[in-house]
């Protein structure tokens, strides 16, 4: 009974492997190309929180491309990782670090957010193009620098891990899973709902607030600071930058679990049926957190109102002018 159950999951595991994964290949490749093209318009770069989102789907796209396509050919039994160690070493050093910074963006685009919002003007000075830049290039050193450990730690060929190309040591396993857990998932969660929260708080504050003069109640018009097309596109990016977050938490939280879960009861500590659990839901996740980087476009058209809307079709447009052409 158990060797018929291992041999199901390990099934099922393959069949997502050959099917899920390149439905979520294309559809990532696609969506974080339009991202790209899209929120590199104009109109749009110019805006501190669009040029985090054309950042964060850049990166993600990276991601997919170099970090997918092995989790294809797994599921065909031809994953080049399970037997050659620079590929192996090199592809989980790419999307743990990718991971890492595309994340990161999306928690410093809730704080430009919640500055944005505030109803401070030293606040509101603060989300400005050139700070933005400036922390998208620490993002990247900081991401690159966290998971450099990889290229000693891991390697292919090991039999018992729930996947061949993996950590060589007990001391890598955890170095890298606590660093992935909390650097890469709980902490930039975490101040993202914080943020977020704040933000919320923020933009009910400034709808509500009231003066009083000469006993009569008056609305103070915040957006007086900023034009009526900038407002409308803060709200919808506001709008966007929840849904993901809400995403991100549904889709990162089951690999952390996970993670945290093999650090304290690792690979081979129980029966071979308990293994293949563990596999099988390492597989999942891996999955999930591919899923992630793949379904930014599609939130922000959906939570991206007319902004977006219009954005892609003044894109489409300027590629049939240049088609015509």
Known sequence: MSNKSIESLEYISDQFNRYLAPSIFLFGIMGNIMNCLVLSQRTLRSNP?????????????????????????????????????????????????????????????????????????????????????????????????????MFPCYGANNIDAPLKCYENTAGCLLMTDLTYVLFSIIIPLILMIIFGLLTISHVHRIHTRVAYVDNTVRTIDHSRHVNQNSKKTDNHLLRMLLLQIFSLIVLCIPQAVQKLYMTFKPFGSGSKLEDAIKIFLYNIDILLAFMASAMPFYIYVLAGGSVIRKASINLIRLIQRKIAC
């Open 49 to 149: 929180c669009a040029l985090l989102f054309l950042a964060s789907s850049f990166i993600g796209l990276i991601s997919i491309l170099l970090g997918l396509p092995t989790r294809i050919l797994a599921g065909w039994h031809a994953d080049p990782t399970t037997t050659i160690n620079w590929i192996c070493k090199t592809r989980v050093f790419i999307v743990f670090s990718t991971r890492t910074m595309s994340i990161w963006l999306i928690t410093l685009a809730t704080i430009d957010r919640w500055l944005i919002s505030s109803i401070n003007i030293h606040r509101r000075q603060m989300s400005n193009l050139k700070n933005v830049k400036r922390e998208i290039f620490i993002t990247i050193i900081l991401s690159i620098l966290s998971y450099i450990h």
